[in-house]
């Protein structure tokens, strides 16, 4: 019933941006956390951003001040910002979000990830 779409990863080189986007779709009611992970194969996965319903926002050390998250309620969607882009951000990015449905309880759901190369 809900799905979580992601848009934006591609193969850039080093120092340059991208824009991520995850747009949820489906009879939700609200959306309440909304999360950037990222992986790289044999490596394990990380959360490296999160934004609250009241737009809070924390940010793993590798990537403060680097990487900006921010979403629109309207549209349902969360974007991560990217800058200064390193060899060491490569990986795929997935995004998750905890919704509440109509049924009154709270789930948690996943994007099909996008890939991000960073070249050297």
């Known amino acids: 019933q809900v799905q979580v779409v992601e848009s934006g990863g591609g193969l850039v080189q080093d120092g340059e941006s991208l824009r991520l986007s995850c747009a949820a779709s489906?009879?939700?009611?609200?959306?309440?956390?909304m999360n950037w992970y990222r992986q790289t194969p044999g490596k394990q996965r990380e959360l490296v951003a999160r934004?609250?319903?009241?737009?809070?926002?924390n940010y793993a050390d590798s990537v403060k001040g680097r990487f900006t998250i921010s979403r629109d309620n309207a549209k349902n969607t969360v974007y991560l910002q990217i800058h200064s882009l390193k060899p060491e951000d490569t990986g795929v990015y997935y995004c998750?979000?905890?919704?509440?449905?109509?049924?009154?309880?709270?789930?948690?759901?996943w994007g099909q990830g996008t890939q991000v190369t960073v070249s050297s």
């Open positions: 998750n979000i905890e919704v509440r449905l109509w049924d009154g309880f709270s789930y948690s759901y």
């Open positions: 489906g009879s939700i009611k609200s959306i309440n956390v």
């Open positions: 934004i609250t319903s009241g737009g809070s926002t």
